[in-house]
């Protein structure tokens, strides 16, 4: 990477005293260092946006921001690292260990320490993401949200019509779908709405809980039972059987969207169902500060509640297991500036740097900040720039998930405790509301059981892991979508797929590792 201003900003810096800093602190000396950023999606004039410069303009950036669809993210970050193209920070990169093994991205050890870089040292080197770590170094920061601010929404309105009240057993929990379904006599409605593809993971998780099965948000291949130190497959658990039987008649009474599998894009399942009325129940990411909204343009007397957490009899509930991450922040080996990029990334994890780029820019979006994270919001001003969106457009994918608010990562010992005491931020306005705070708490009753072998990887072994993933997705939709009588079937076939597979090979990986590492 050549660039000829870094010389003329190296001559300048010769002759100007750097401010002193500490976690969290802006650098204003020398002329603007130029950084290179892909991050996917962007749908903002980066050039011009307020947050963005004033972004610049705390840490004596000129940033360059480079973007492709959400379709084409992987493909593009793919062709970035493969030919080493001028970029020093890519985000939401998948793969960790080949990028690794090929050279594409640095260390971030040598750049960080937990007095600089407070959020970035204790995200890297805590319990939860250490397995992460290749040769015992940091190659990425991970990005988890503050948490899964969502859930299962089910229509008020259509409760309230009914007389019925929100089930508390699997029984009562397909009365309702019934009842949702049989409500439309034009036969076109289906009791809940449920993803396909790689999103059956999540779609699933509601019905999975219910009977007692330790699922996962985002990796069930990971995700085992662990009893006496021993590890069971959750694809191989009785539950899981149970379950999906469960499933398999919602899908053959018509309670579930015969089109599931083909589902794998969350507003078009949206939109086609919930938004439309066709639909009773949901899962969904911000069930109040924005799907409500969204169906209250078709429906105005429409409204949405939370489905609680429930059991099957005979079965105890059990949350989903591990944490959310999406994606990593990587520095890559091409960049001539790998400690600004990695001071940019520590920077928007601050408490400073996560104000702007959630709220916007103080004294022009805001005027002031309580300790609990609400904020009082300069309406007209942050609806001309904004619209109606509720917080920044770059607010997440920038070193972190979906995080409307602050991990307060200097203030606790670990990155655990300070993930468990994060702080969602909400316009003052909306205190009263149902606001994301709320969202969060809720999704907490439903996600964040520990998996302690979430983050272990075997790179020798992506093609297994790869196999197994793809065994369960298919397995479990055929499952669910078995024609009556034929689902003992096809729940034979799913096991002798997962045992060709070698299914049994990646359970012993990782029994393996418990014993030799956390039993």
Known sequence: MKRFCLVVAGLLLLSTALFARGPGATVTAGEPVPVTFYRGGIAIDTETDLVVLELEKRLNVDFTFITAPWSENGQKINLLLSTGEDVD?????????????????????????????????????????????????AWAIPQPPLGVAGGTVVRKDWLDELGMSLPTNEEEFYQVLKAF???????????????????IRRTTIPIMAMFGVPSSFWDQHRNFDIKNGNLTHIATMANTKAALKYMNRLYNEGLINHDF??????????????????????WVIGPFTSQEALLKENFPDASFTLLEPLSAKGYEFRRSQGIMVQGTAIVTTVSDEPEKAVECLEYINSLEGRRLMVAGVEGVHWTSFTKDGYFDRVQD?????????LYHPLNFYLGQGNSEGYVPAAEYKTYEEAYANSIPFVPSSMKNEVNVKLEYEHGKKWFGDPNPLQMVQFPEEIDLENAVSQAIITGWTKCIAAKPG?????WEAHQAELKRVGLDKWTALYQDYYDKNIK
């Open 89 to 137: 920070i890519i985000t939401t990169v998948g793969d960790i260990p080949k990028w690794q093994s090929e050279g594409a991205i640095v260390a971030l050890d040598d750049y960080i320490t937990e007095r600089t870089h407070p959020y970035i040292y204790k995200i890297v080197n805590s319990e939860t993401f250490a397995p992460m770590k290749i040769d015992g170094k």
């Open 486 to 490: 034929e689902f003992e079937k096809e």
């Open 261 to 282: 599998p083909t589902m794998n894009s969350f507003p078009m399942l949206t939109q086609k169902y919930l938004m439309t009325g066709k639909a009773g129940m949901g």
């Open 181 to 199: 379904k049989d409500r439309d006599r034009t036969g076109t409605t289906t009791g809940i709405q449920f993803e396909g593809s790689n999103q």
């Open 381 to 389: 001003k942050w609806e001309a720039d904004y619209g109606k969106q």
